[in-house]
């Protein structure tokens, strides 16, 4: 199964914005959402065409309330994502699988504090039930695949990385 994930600007809650929009509600109906990442919905497809298919749909709320929007094809890598061109010229047989592994960009993962288990909420008043739990994107770093190796994401101290595959076009060193 291909997976699809939407990061939203971090300005809006994007669960709400594409959920209280007839058209893009609709289009998201037949797929059972995910939250992998804080302001983040993933749904999985059949496969990169209906992935890039749902993101052609959703074209004018992406424009408006999403930062990012990935691809995960497991013919292509289990672990890391596409960006939203390069799945296009995968499907559409401009690039080849094996050609997509060059450019890159890194996202640290940041994951919340786990909550103390002996109160409820923290010195604030903060109930625990309100502080995030899913890991936070953070900082991409534009990297260069080079003899099989991504360079080490140093931008700062993260739980764990997210690599993303670029078109050469998308990379920014």
Same mark, same amino acid.
């Given at each position: 199964?291909t ?5 939203g600007? *971090? &300005? ?12 893009s ?6 797929y059972?959402?995910? +939250?992998?990442?804080?302001n983040?919905?993933?749904? %999985?497809?059949v ?12 074209d004018?709320?992406?424009?408006r ?7 995960q ?31 890159c ?9 786990e909550?103390?288990?002996?109160h ?5 008043? &903060?109930?625990?039930?309100? +502080?995030?739990?899913?890991p936070?994107?953070?900082? *991409?770093?534009?990297? %260069? +695949?080079?003899?099989? &190796? ?24």
């Amino acid at each position: 199964m291909t997976r699809v994930c939407l990061v939203g600007d *971090p &300005e809006v809650n994007l669960q709400y914005e594409l959920l209280s929009r007839e058209t893009s509600r609709e289009a998201l109906a037949t797929y059972d959402l995910e +939250r992998p990442f804080e302001n983040a919905l993933a749904v %999985r497809t059949v496969s990169v065409g209906a992935a890039v298919s749902l993101l052609n749909d959703l074209d004018w709320y992406l424009t408006r309330f999403v930062d990012e929007a990935l691809v995960q094809e497991p013919s292509v890598s289990e672990a890391e994502w596409l960006s939203r061109s390069l799945a296009d010229e995968l499907r559409n047989g401009a690039l080849e699988a094996g050609d997509t592994g060059e450019f890159c960009k890194i996202y640290g993962l940041e994951r919340p504090d786990e909550p103390e288990s002996d109160h409820d909420g923290d010195e604030e008043g &903060e109930d625990l039930e309100e +502080r995030p739990t899913r890991p936070r994107l953070v900082e *991409p770093l534009y990297v %260069r +695949r080079t003899d099989d &190796e991504l360079p080490e994401y140093d931008l700062r101290e993260v739980a764990d990385t997210l690599v993303v595959r670029l078109t050469e076009a998308e990379y920014s060193p």
